[in-house]
Nanobody, 123 residues
């Protein structure tokens, strides 16, 4: 059983900052990609930022230069530092991770999601 627990969402004024955290726990052998998606009201879920196990990162064009994704492999935790927030960043942010469970590398690999955390940016 694997669980992703997010924290750090909330209400912030435009131009402000927030930091999201997501910790994975359970029967984890390894984690490859971790990252964040977001879903605004009436829109499809979209990628915000991804970080690989080696630290390589990918960002949506809309957040480049403002958001920074990082991870602590020892804690199975991924972070999203969001600066210079805009009203269009308002969304539910979902943590995700590709996790291999079990005791060896031949365990099951799947994509897991957090429950989502609301980020609201007021203009």
């Amino acid at each position: 059983q694997v669980q992703l627990v997010e924290s750090g969402g909330g209400l912030v004024q435009a131009g402000g900052s927030l930091r999201l955290s997501c910790a994975a726990s359970g029967n984890i052998f390894s984690i490859s990609n971790m990252g964040w998606y977001r879903q605004a009201p009436g829109k499809q879920r979209e990628l915000a930022a991804i970080i690989g196990s080696g630290g390589s990162t990918t960002y949506a064009d809309s957040v480049k230069g403002r958001f920074t994704v990082s991870r602590d492999n020892a804690k199975n935790t991924v972070y999203l530092q969001m600066n210079s927030l805009k009203s269009e960043d308002t969304a539910v942010y979902y943590c995700y991770a590709i996790i291999t469970t079990g005791q060896t590398s031949s365990g099951m690999t799947g994509r897991y999601w957090g429950q989502g955390t609301q980020v609201t940016v007021s203009s």
